[in-house]
């Protein structure tokens, strides 16, 4: 019932928000314009071993021309098949891109982002990895004819390891077909290794979906997303919308 209420809640309210790349989780390497806000939210249905329903709220401001910064609040509910079901915040991440270098003809776009994920969350109900993270990640992009193309390779410190191999690499590549100008057609893989134990030890997933612009400020987004290894969530759904103004 109350995950009931809270779609309801989400689905009302849901275009006073807003959103931006959904449904991909590849970055791509521009910013939001400088003095302009991009408000996101979304949700997302993931089949595991434990039913998850997650909404994300995220805001980012153009702090200057290739500069902008924001903030990602995330609310879960899980239905745990060995135990009660929680629901709650997750842990809140502060976020900034630079705009390194803007695409010439043969060369890519380039950005580098860094973002801190906080403690917001609550452990014990699983609502929290108990870790003060650090990410840092390289974003390429590059017209390819009419299709864009999007590379991301990332690196996670995870502040409270005890090992410095549970440290993450991240990798992400996407594809963006404009089929008129306000649909969509995306693709992309992504993946996390720390280079410890065989490929279906770690994530790897693939996602294809759309996103088409209801007006000139409004983006709606859908995405189905599947598990390639075995670390990876058997299936999962989003959509949400993506409000620039």
């Not at 309801?8 to 791509?28: E, H, K, M, Q």
């Not at 809140?92 to 776009?109: C, G, Y």
């Not at 440290?167 to 995306?186: G, K």
């Not at 693709?187 to 209801?214: H, I, Q, R, S």
């Amino acid at each position: 019932m109350r995950v009931s209420i809270f779609l309801i809640i989400f689905v009302v309210f849901l275009p006073v928000v807003c959103l931006a790349a959904r449904p991909l989780s590849t970055d791509d390497a521009g910013t939001v314009e400088k003095g302009h806000f991009e408000a996101e939210a979304g949700f997302e249905y993931v089949d595991d071993a434990d039913d998850e329903y997650n909404l994300g709220f995220c805001m980012k401001y153009g702090l200057f021309s290739r500069l902008d910064i924001g903030v990602e609040v995330p609310y879960h509910f899980i239905e745990v098949s060995n135990g009660d079901d929680v629901d709650g915040i997750g842990d809140v991440s502060i976020s900034a891109k630079l705009n390194v270098l803007e695409e010439k003809e043969n060369i890519p776009a380039l950005a580098i982002s860094y973002s801190f994920k906080t403690e917001t969350g609550d452990e014990e109900k699983g609502l929290s990895s108990g870790e003060v993270d650090h990410a840092i990640n390289a974003i390429l992009t590059k017209e390819l004819g009419k299709v864009v193309g999007h590379l991301n390779l990332g690196y996670t410190y995870v502040g409270l390891a005890e090992d410095e191999n549970d440290d993450v690499f991240s990798y992400a590549i996407a594809l963006e077909y404009p089929v008129n100008e306000r649909l969509n057609l995306v693709g992309e893989l992504t993946g996390e290794t720390n280079f410890d134990g065989e490929f279906d030890d770690n994530p790897f997933a693939g996602l294809v979906g759309f996103n088409y612009a209801l007006s000139d400020i409004i983006t709606f987004d859908l995405g189905f997303g599947w598990g390639i290894s075995d670390a990876s969530a058997d299936f999962l759904v989003t959509s949400g919308l993506t409000l620039a103004f």
